[in-house]
């Protein structure tokens, strides 16, 4: 059973930065890709960004383009969402997933791709 627990959410005020965090309890964590997405009440998950096994390939949706970093540390089966200049659009439930070994990275935009998702953690950004 594969287990997310996502840290680091709170309350920032526009223009603020948080730093997300997400560690996995699976033993082959440097195999899968990761990501990230997020959800408001009532609203469809939005994917936010990506990485692969690696760190060598990520992506990220437009508007957290050049705001938001993802990265992982694969001796600590943790991954990471650097979030900077935060805006109050960026007021979510944030999630982190892992990327279903048989899914390619050309689907990581899916949330079907996905087969574990951590509980989430709030963000919540005043202006």
């Known amino acids: 059973q594969v287990q997310l627990v996502e840290s680091g959410g709170g309350l920032v005020q526009a223009g603020g930065s948080l730093r997300l965090s997400c560690e996995a309890s699976?033993?082959?964590?440097?195999?899968?890709?990761m990501g990230w997405w997020r959800q408001l009440p009532g609203k469809e998950r939005e994917f936010v960004a990506a990485i692969n096994w690696s760190g060598v390939r990520s992506d990220y949706t437009d508007s957290v383009k050049g705001r938001f970093t993802i990265s992982r540390d694969n001796g600590k089966n943790t991954v990471y969402l650097q979030m900077n200049t935060l805006v109050a659009e960026d007021t979510a439930v944030y999630y982190c997933?892992?990327?279903?070994?048989?899914?390619?990275?050309?689907?990581?935009?899916?949330?079907?791709?996905?087969?574990?998702w951590g509980q989430g953690t709030q963000v919540t950004v005043s202006s």
């Open positions: 997933a892992v990327l279903g070994g048989g899914s390619p990275w050309s689907s990581h935009t899916s949330p079907a791709a996905y087969d574990y």
């Open positions: 699976v033993r082959t964590f440097t195999t899968y890709a």
